[in-house]
Structure formats: structure tokens, C-alpha cells
């Protein structure tokens, strides 16, 4: 699986951007796909995960209320709507897709097996 994001920018505190991570390969819809961010100085931090079914969603706290993650099996491509952008969402995302998450693994890292390449979230106050 090759997964492509996009849709990160500048955009002020108070906005809205929508993330989109698309995928290649047949077997999308057989993984759990997750988006993770980083910002400078810092690890990488889970945001919101997905089953592959989307029947059930994860975020953490940080962003509960201001985040929704969807996909569309159909078009091979996992969304992430942010509403009520803080400056400490300022970091570059990246989509990641795994087999067989759980609830107990989905905002772990290290179950993800394959990686986008990140897409740069700017929020200025």
C-alpha cells in the first residue's frame, strides 16, 4: 500500500482545513488507517484512527469535538476534517495504514505498517 496526503496550509486559528491521505493497492479497505502528527522538537503523536470497515473511530483527547476522521473505501482514500484549529495543531501529518488494529493498538506507531509522506499543518494565533 502506497498511501499520498495532502491538504495541509496556513490557516488561522479558529479554521477549518480537510485532510485527505489516498491510497494505492487493492486491499485498502482491509486496513485500519490512522493519522498521526508531529510538530518540530517533538515524537510523533496519534490524532484519530479508523477501522477498515469505518464503523469505529479513536482520537485523542487533544482533539475530541474539533476533528472528524472518514474514509470512502470506494475511492481508496481516509479524510481528516479539522475544525477549531489551535496553534498547537501546528505539525506535519502523516496517514499510516494497518492490519488488524484494535482498539488497544490503533494509536500506537508501531502497528502501522506503511506511512505517507506527511503533510505540513501551519496555525497561526
Known amino acids: 500500500v502506497q498511501l499520498q496526503a495532502s491538504g495541509g496550509g496556513l490557516v488561522q486559528a479558529g479554521g477549518s482545513l480537510t485532510l485527505s491521505c489516498a491510497a494505492s493497492?487493492?486491499?485498502?479497505?482491509?486496513?485500519?488507517m490512522g493519522w498521526f502528527r508531529q510538530a518540530p522538537g517533538k515524537e510523533r503523536d496519534f490524532v484519530a484512527g479508523i477501522t477498515w470497515s469505518g464503523g469505529s473511530t479513536y482520537y485523542t483527547d487533544s482533539v475530541k469535538g474539533r476533528f472528524t476522521i472518514s474514509r470512502d473505501n470506494a475511492k481508496n482514500t481516509v479524510y481528516l476534517q479539522m475544525n477549531s484549529l489551535k496553534p498547537e495543531d501546528t505539525a506535519v501529518y502523516y496517514c499510516a495504514a494497518g492490519y488488524l488494529l484494535t482498539p488497544q493498538t490503533i494509536d500506537s506507531a508501531s502497528y502501522y505498517y506503511y506511512w505517507g509522506q506527511g503533510t505540513k499543518v501551519t496555525v497561526s494565533s
Open positions: 493497492g487493492r486491499t485498502f479497505d482491509s486496513y485500519g
